[in-house]
T-cell receptor
Framework: NAGVIQTPRHKVTGKGQEATLWCEPI?????VFWYRQTIVQGLEFLTY????????DSGMPKERFSAQMPNQSHSTLKIQSTQPQDSAVYLC??????????FGAGTRLSVL | QQKVQQSPESLTVSEGAMASLNCTFS??????FRWYRQHSGKGLEMLVS????GEKEEGRFTAHLNRASLHVSLHIREPQPSDSAVYLC?????????????FGQGTVLSVIP
């Protein structure tokens, strides 16, 4: 079991460019979560899917951020027109329903 | 909205001495309280999860929960230098699934040989 896989590990974009972050949950897990970690705000919930359906996106910035889970083997977080304040570590996690949450190592996004 | 605060911000202990970390939360109706740790550049590793008032032990890690005091603590017995990491307290949302978590800002633990 390779755990939750996030790619790329590091991404550098220019201001105004698009960034797509990729997450492969643990096989068989039915819930996928996205969190964002910054030094100032700490770890913040963004959104989650259950059985590929979006359940709660209350933590997502309403503009420019979107998340999808087109199949049970991957989820993507897309940020359009990236801004310097989007620089953060984006963490993906997966679980069976109501069970232990397993985190990936994260994608560090740097917006120049 | 749940608020989670951790103290101290940083803690240095000698190898083998007990390390104690604290976490307060604003809403005691949450059903699950967890401690994670994060080594530099790595993902989060869950150490212990507690649902009821009292104590829960997982190896060298013991969590104490007191909902009435809105407080959960983590005690690390015989810490090793490899335990040096950021320790994060997380509280689940009372509704909507217990993996939607609110995290504290973390305590940086340094264990010196």
């Amino acid at each position: 079991n390779a755990g939750v896989i996030q790619t790329p590990r590091h991404k550098v974009t220019g201001k105004g460019q698009e960034a797509t972050l990729w997450c492969e949950p643990i096989s068989g897990h039915s819930a996928v979560f996205w969190y964002r970690q910054t030094i100032v705000q700490g770890l913040e919930f963004l959104t989650y899917f259950r059985n590929q359906a979006p359940i709660d996106d209350s933590g997502m910035p309403k503009e420019r951020f979107s998340a999808q889970m087109p199949n049970q083997s991957h989820s993507t977080l897309k940020i359009q027109s990236t801004q310097p304040q989007d620089s953060a570590v984006y963490l993906c996690a997966s679980s069976w329903i109501q069970n232990t949450l397993y985190f990936g190592a994260g994608t560090r996004l740097s917006v120049l | 909205q749940q608020k989670v605060q951790q103290s101290p911000e940083s803690l240095t202990v000698s190898e083998g001495a007990m390390a104690s970390l604290n976490c307060t939360f604003s809403d005691g109706t949450s059903d699950n309280f967890r401690w994670y740790r994060q080594h530099s550049g790595k993902g989060l590793e869950m150490l212990v999860s507690i649902f009821s008032d009292g104590e829960k032990e997982e190896g060298r890690f013991t969590a104490h929960l007191n909902r009435a005091s809105l407080h959960v603590s983590l005690h690390i017995r015989e810490p090793q230098p490899s335990d040096s990491a950021v320790y994060l307290c997380a509280v689940s949302e009372a509704t909507g699934g217990n993996n939607k978590l609110t995290f504290g800002q973390g305590t940086v633990l340094s264990v010196i040989p």
